[in-house]
């Protein structure tokens, strides 16, 4: 009977391990990166061949310490290794199992190495055409002369010492060019060894000691080299920002030229000034959870999400579908561990995800501490009380930016009420004024052209504190002497369609106020003013010679002479339309009293689908929107072949308002109105 029996490692296992530890390209290539830094590489060059993305070529190249024959079969060859304890104390690897990455990414990779007094040396691993049998044998690597394709051999050959990793075959086909180009910004924030140096376009995203150089081939006529991959932060769309435990970071953070900042809250054209300081912990227990885990880095709380506000704060502000720049980064030995700190943090406050930061802390991976970083580097274990202690630091500085941030909003937004209710004092007293001057008297088309233009100069004047609404509305003008049409728009609206009837404005409606100058100038300024408002025009006789009516239209040109608008004449009024109402984009109706015809309808059908469609826009939920009418009626030859009228086609809700409201000119609307409260 044997005393021992020994573990062995097969062919499958290593294949199994590398596509559990793994879950995808990029996390595979971080790890080849930091195997290379920790192996002293000042310079890191990573070279993707995807100009055939079915058998892509990746090759990994650093001009670290190099490995000797002795290294490669005590060190690399050997899985689990714990080379840390014999090693640089800051080396980010601990388990020895990093190699395995390129077992994930090929079946078929080379190793090229070379210490600075040493040979070069050449192995190969291929499992391409491993057997049944074999997978169950140990795996080798077998010593070559030469690398076959070796495309980065030049470059390498002018490093003293390093290595390569030369990947063949490998499967990119579920990842598109706009992916594989936007891997150069994930690099980038991949690793950052400097904690005392800010973050800036103009520098690597290691700074000055260690540099990632990425090089991607999408096509054989695409070779421009290697680049330095860079970091941005929009440090200058950042309302405040903290810097923690780090005196040099905060120096050179209130070193910045900090201009001015636009903001999601910024009213009246007013910006804020960045405010920069260092985080002071209130409690004892966050000042021992900094010092004893040796908390350091920055978080910051942006201003604005929105990309073209935020690239005028700071053009190095970048946010795409492939990269996203509010997370608050954890850093641990230099690399990346957990993408987003968030994640963890508990908060219903929306300004928490205006929050960015880079946070460092070593002591997560300390050897005299249990291993609580995952095998891919990736994620640590959240119940270790030094991850509770990190998180308890995180979230109260999240608390106290998401608090300034909130109170700078409500302060800006009680300045901005203030100026808004002088200016609507302001724009109220000029319409009295220009609706007084012309009391009694009669309204012609250069009167309103000229009332127009006063408002529209008082608007203009004052439009930077007058707050547009994202509610959708509808504004019904018309002579209160014949409102039949807007009384069919507004009953058949919220009856039929049951739309809320505070959605439908009309001053004369019933329970409506009277049309007096007080109430009109307000009315028309919460409904006119507002760019989500859809005007309707009921254009009569009567409209014509009513210079509340005017008013109405010509302030509607006067300040939203680019939007579309609504008109329903009666009879041949087209042509007494004032021109610059005319101007405007319009949907129209010509109706008379009689019964609906097949004109009238299909155009009345058209004019109120636009308005369901455009109310139906306060709606999120599709399944809340109302239903559009019918527009399919039959021409007359199936009219004849059916022998029926085309009024049988017509929606039977639509007549029956239509009948009550205009035909017969009814007066109803009152008590229809109470009878459907009761």
């Not at 169950?136 to 990793?165: E, M």
Request: proline share 2%; charged share 25%; net charge neutral.
């Amino acid at each position: 009977m044997k005393d021992e029996i020994q573990f062995t490692f097969t062919y499958q296992a290593l294949k199994l391990l590398g596509k559990s530890l793994y879950s995808n390209l990029f996390s595979a290539l971080s790890e080849l990166i930091a195997n290379g830094f920790d192996a002293g590489a000042k310079n890191v060059y990573v070279y993707l061949d995807a100009s055939n993305r079915n058998n892509a070529t990746i090759e990994i190249l650093d001009d670290g310490l190099g490995m000797g024959e002795g290294d490669l079969t005590d060190k690399y060859a050997k899985i689990g290794s714990d080379n840390r304890s014999q090693a640089d104390q800051k080396m980010m690897g601990r388990k020895g199992i990093g190699k395995l990455a390129a077992f994930f990414l090929s079946d078929l990779y080379y190793i090229a190495t070379k210490k600075s007094d040493g040979p070069l040396l050449i192995y190969e691993a291929d499992f391409q055409h491993i057997t049944a049998s074999e997978a169950s044998k140990n795996p080798t690597l077998q010593h070559v002369s030469d690398i076959s394709d070796f495309r980065n051999k030049q470059l390498f050959s002018t490093f003293a010492s390093g290595s390569s990793i030369v990947m063949k075959g490998v499967n990119l086909k579920g990842y598109s060019y706009e992916t594989l180009e936007a891997f150069g910004a994930t690099l980038a924030e991949m690793f950052n060894f400097e904690k005392d140096i800010l973050p800036s376009s103009n520098c690597s995203c290691s700074q000055n000691s260690r540099k990632i150089n990425w090089c991607l081939i999408k096509d054989c006529e695409n070779k421009d080299g290697f680049h330095s991959v860079a970091r941005k932060i929009g440090f200058g769309n950042m309302l405040k920002i903290f810097s923690i435990n780090s005196p040099e970071l905060l120096k050179q953070l209130k070193s910045r030229n900090c201009k001015k900042i636009n903001t999601d809250f910024q009213y009246d054209g007013v910006s804020l000034q960045q405010e920069i300081d260092e985080y002071k912990p209130g409690t004892a227990d966050l000042k021992s959870a900094i010092r004893d885990l040796d908390i350091c880095g920055w978080v910051g709380i942006h201003s604005t999400m929105k990309r073209e506000l935020a690239t005028k704060n700071d053009p190095n502000f970048e946010r795409t579908k492939f990269f996203r720049p509010f997370r608050i980064r954890l850093y641990v030995r230099g690399k990346k561990v957990i993408d987003d700190l968030k994640q963890y943090i508990s908060s219903a406050q929306f300004t928490f995800s205006y929050l960015e930061g880079d946070i460092f802390c070593d002591s997560l991976d300390a050897n005299d501490e249990p291993d609580i970083i995952s095998t891919n580097r990736e994620s640590i274990d959240m119940n270790d009380d030094r991850a509770v202690k990190l998180v308890s630091v995180i979230s109260n500085i999240a608390r106290n930016l998401s608090e300034f941030w909130s109170n700078k909003a409500e302060s800006a937004k009680k300045s901005h009420l203030k100026k808004q209710q002088l200016a609507m004092q302001k724009v109220v007293s000029d319409i009295e004024n220009n609706l007084s001057e012309n009391k009694n008297k009669p309204v012609t088309d250069n009167d309103i052209k000229a009332i127009s233009r006063e408002v529209y100069s008082s608007f203009k004047t004052n439009e930077q504190y007058l707050d547009m609404k994202t509610e959708y509305r509808l504004f019904l003008s018309h002579a209160s002497k014949q409102k039949e049409f807007s009384d069919f728009i507004y009953y058949y609206l919220i009856k039929v369609k049951r739309f809320p009837k505070d959605w439908i404005f009309y001053t004369s409606k019933d329970g409506g106020q009277p049309q007096l100058i007080d109430n009109l100038s307000n009315l028309v300024l919460s409904c006119i003013y507002d760019k989500k408002c859809l005007c309707a025009f009921s254009l009569t006789d009567e409209f014509f010679k009513s210079q509340y009516a005017l008013f109405e239209g010509g302030a509607v040109w006067a300040v939203r002479n680019n939007d579309k608008i609504c008109l329903a004449y009666d009879g041949d009024f087209r042509e007494k339309v004032p021109g610059y109402m005319q101007s405007m984009k319009n949907i129209s109706v010509r109706y008379s009293y009689s019964k609906l015809d097949r004109v009238t309808y299909s155009y009345l059908v058209s004019l109120l689908n636009f308005v369901i469609d455009y109310l139906n826009n306060n709606f999120e939920s599709e399944g809340d929107k109302k239903p559009l009418l019918s527009d399919d009626l039959p021409d007359e030859v199936a009219l004849k072949e059916q022998s029926k009228n085309i009024e049988k086609f017509f929606d039977l809700d639509v007549v029956k308002y239509w009948d009550a409201y205009i035909t017969n000119k009814s007066n109803c609307g009152s008590s229809e109105e109470k009878s459907s409260e009761n």
